[in-house]
């Protein structure tokens, strides 16, 4: 027991196979078995009436069928009885031409010499059927009626010894014996295997020699009633084992853990530990395979009911790495352990898994990544309100503090600057929203207009954005510049043309 904590851990538990569930278990009457756990079907025919005659049609199976008693039985009866009747009719022909009275007269030539009486005859008879000869007893040429009657025997002695031989020899050598070295595990078990939900069972091989072509197959047994009202006494089930994926197919080597997967198309979508308990059916489990010795086909069947059905066991390991082979312990071949598993069925745990999770925040924070610039932009709740010059990209800082820098060159006042910074903050705003939001001021003369921002109103109060910020945006919507001479923008209001000119033409105006 320590070993094997110190294998699996506190947690696990080495239990008995008939314990270990969680919720207690009423107390059930043990029903009647479709088959036994040794593969013995439990089910007898009654009222054949007269289909009776058509076991005799095929003698031989009905003969190999039997019990082993009754075999035995009919092979001393028919051989008792082909002698007795084949050793009378010597005794009729000796009868017939008077041998038993003159068996000891030299000069009399009999049918058979040395047959007296019964007796006399029933020894020869077993003398000629056994090949023994031991010489005294023996035909004579002058009884033809004898001659035929040995022929006969001869021939009706062959056709029972095959008949009974065969019958006998078949019988032993069935392979019902050789299903009596495959094992079932007691109990299957219920536990997750790569986050499934499976149902499990272990089959083993106890002989050295394999099974060729063994392969698995598992029915369920449960009543049940059909949506039109039709009742299906022990309807049967096909679970699947691998079929699809060749699981089935088993190398029968080694002890081997068989796996059925849970799933919506399993019988046991809605089995959850609780209603195990008042479930009601069986599971009967098929083996089949070739004798690797005799080359006969071998079937081994067994069975599991609802209560031999463990939730949250797992089987023990029993394979262990020796020196130069692996050893197998069958002493834990039944041995299960408990192991963490849910108690609802893949159906509750589906349905619980596709519930709807709770809807996020109708209003959006200002930081959520998930909403773009242009939605910020146009957001009442999303604009960041006195955001600090140093949160502007330094290819733009350099841009801001350049343009003060030539602002103040120009000698401009307060109404220049003012012009700039509004020029500024219009040429930052795209194209678009330059065109909506400028307007010509009709207090100002013709020569002093100059392009002005509309506020843009969002409900009722207005917003506006960081010259940092309409600057990246303007740039993410203008197209790119197509490639021809550069054409300069035009002045801005309130300053002269020529300030806005290079270096260059400047001088070259004044030398003019």
């Known amino acids: 027991m320590s070993a094997i904590r110190r294998k699996f851990g506190d947690d696990y538990q080495v239990v008995n196979t008939g314990q270990g569930s969680t919720f207690p278990a009423p107390a059930k009457r043990k029903r009647q078995r479709f088959v ?233 979508f809605d089995l959850s530990q609780r209603s195990l308990m008042s479930e009601q059916f069986e599971i009967v489990v098929i083996l089949e395979g070739i004798v690797e010795t005799t080359g006969m086909t071998c079937q081994a069947r067994t069975s599991y009911t609802e209560d031999e059905v463990l939730w949250g066991h797992r089987f023990l390991p029993v394979m262990s790495l020796e020196e130069g082979f692996f050893r197998v312990d069958y002493s834990q071949f039944h041995s299960t352990f408990e192991v963490p598993t849910p108690p609802y069925s893949v159906k509750e745990q589906e349905e619980t898994s596709c519930l709807p999770s709770p809807a996020p925040p109708l209003t959006p924070t200002p930081g959520d990544p998930r909403i773009s610039r242009r939605e910020r932009i146009f957001s009442l709740d999303g604009v960041p309100q006195d955001e600090p010059a140093s949160r502007l990209p330094s290819k733009l800082q350099r841009m801001s503090s350049r343009n003060g820098k030539e602002a103040l060159k120009t000698g401009g006042g307060p109404a220049t600057q003012q012009a700039s910074e509004k020029a500024s903050s219009t040429g930052d705003l795209p194209l678009r929203v330059q065109r909506l939001g400028s307007f010509a001021s009709p207090e100002e003369p013709a020569g002093n207009q100059q392009l002005q921002l509309k506020p843009l109103k969002v409900g009722s109060d207005t917003q506006t954005q960081s010259a940092g910020e309409l600057e990246h945006h303007r740039l993410t919507l203008l197209p790119p510049p197509i490639p021809g001479p550069n054409l300069h923008s035009l002045p801005v209001a309130g300053g002269r043309p020529e300030d806005n000119l290079p270096a260059k033409l400047r001088r070259m105006n004044a030398d003019r």
């Open 36 to 268: 036994e756990k040794n593969g013995r079907c439990n089910v007898q025919h009654g009222n054949l009436g007269g289909e009776t005659s058509r076991y005799l049609s095929d003698l031989f199976t009905t003969l190999v069928d039997l019990k082993w008693r009754w075999n035995l039985l009919i092979f001393l009866l028919t051989y008792t009885v082909a002698w007795l009747i084949m050793a009378s009719m010597w005794w009729v022909i000796a009868y017939i031409r008077g041998d038993l009275g003159r068996g000891h007269d030299d000069s009399y030539t009999p049918c058979v010499a040395n047959v007296y009486n019964f007796p006399s005859a029933f020894l020869f008879f077993i003398e000629t059927e056994a090949t023994i000869g031991y010489g005294y007893r023996y035909i004579t040429e002058k009884c033809p009626e004898g001659i035929i009657l040995f022929l006969f025997q001869s021939l009706l002695g062959s056709i029972v010894d095959a008949f009974l031989i065969g019958c006998m020899f078949i019988k032993m050598s069935q392979p019902k014996k050789r299903a009596e070295t495959l094992m079932f595990s007691q109990d299957a078990v219920i536990s997750q295997r790569d986050g499934k939900l499976c149902l499990m069972f272990r089959v083993g091989n106890l002989r050295n020699s394999h099974m060729v072509s063994a392969q698995i197959r598992c029915k369920l047994i449960k009543s049940r009633q059909t949506p039109e009202g039709e009742f299906l006494p022990l309807d049967q089930r096909e679970l699947d084992v691998g079929f699809g994926t060749g699981a089935d197919q088993l190398f029968l080597v080694s002890p081997l853990t068989i796996c059925h997967e849970i799933n919506p198309k399993s019988p046991f």
